[in-house]
């Protein structure tokens, strides 16, 4: 099946900085890319869908100037949590869609986990 | 709104066992997509299976079948057969149409355990 591969796989940094997240299809063209957020033990939450050229969609209570999500070409979408805080520590995992497979299907990512010192 | 309900937060059975996950969904749409996913320890989500609304058939992939009845709104998940590494959480999830944003809604999921 399709690869969607993101980095990194684990970040730790410190409140108030910035940290870029990326999510890259490696062996199709993604025009539309999912970023989703996964608290332990819990289900996946949508955040937000990037959209290459064009600006990413938010879910209801996403702060969209504190997930920048910046879809520049058909095989690299990127997450940057801006100001961190503890609060945004969570698995942060993409997922694109490959036109050449079965219609509906999402290939996703590793995961990247962010802690927030 | 469409939401993904499932029931069970974890399951255990013993190895070669067969286990049923259940799923239940709400939505107003008439065609929709309806899948599987699991993921390992390792936390990549991994696609099990996928049914069609439009289609009455159970969908099958080796060890893994559904029982989907659109009328009770209810889409389970058969593994027969269970082995080792089908030790993970599975979650069901919801994709309203093929067009647009083709956005997935997940279920809480369940924990499954397969013990030897």
């Known amino acids: 099946g399709a690869v969607v591969s993101q980095h990194p796989s684990r970040v730790i940094c410190k409140s108030g900085t910035s940290v870029k997240i990326e999510c890259r299809s490696l062996?199709?063209?993604?025009?539309?890319m999912f970023w989703y957020r996964q608290f332990p033990k819990k289900s996946l939450m949508l955040m937000a869908t990037?959209?290459?050229?064009?600006?990413?969609?938010?879910e209801q209570g996403v702060e969209k100037d504190k997930f920048l999500i910046n879809h520049a070409s058909l095989t690299l979408s990127t997450l940057t949590v801006t100001s961190a805080h503890p609060e945004d520590s969570s698995f942060y995992i993409c997922s694109a869609r490959d036109f050449r497979g079965r219609a509906g299907e999402l290939f996703f990512g590793e995961g990247s986990r962010l802690t927030v010192l | 709104a469409q939401t993904v309900t499932q029931s069970q937060p974890e399951m255990s059975v013993q190895e070669a066992e067969t286990v049923t996950l259940s799923c239940t969904y709400d939505t107003s749409e008439s065609n929709y997509y309806l899948f599987w996913y699991k993921q390992p320890p390792s936390r990549q989500m991994i696609l099990v299976i996928r049914?069609?609304?439009?289609?009455?058939q159970n969908a099958t992939e080796n060890r893994f079948s559904v029982n989907f009845q659109k009328a009770a709104k209810s889409f389970s998940l058969k593994i027969s057969d269970s082995q080792l590494g089908d030790t993970a959480m599975y979650f069901c999830a919801f994709m309203k149409s093929l067009q647009g944003a083709q956005k997935l809604v997940f279920g809480q999921g369940t924990r499954l355990t397969i013990n030897p």
């Open positions: 990037s959209n290459e050229g064009s600006k990413a969609t938010y």
């Open positions: 049914q069609e609304a439009y289609k009455q």
């Open positions: 062996d199709f063209q993604a025009t539309t």
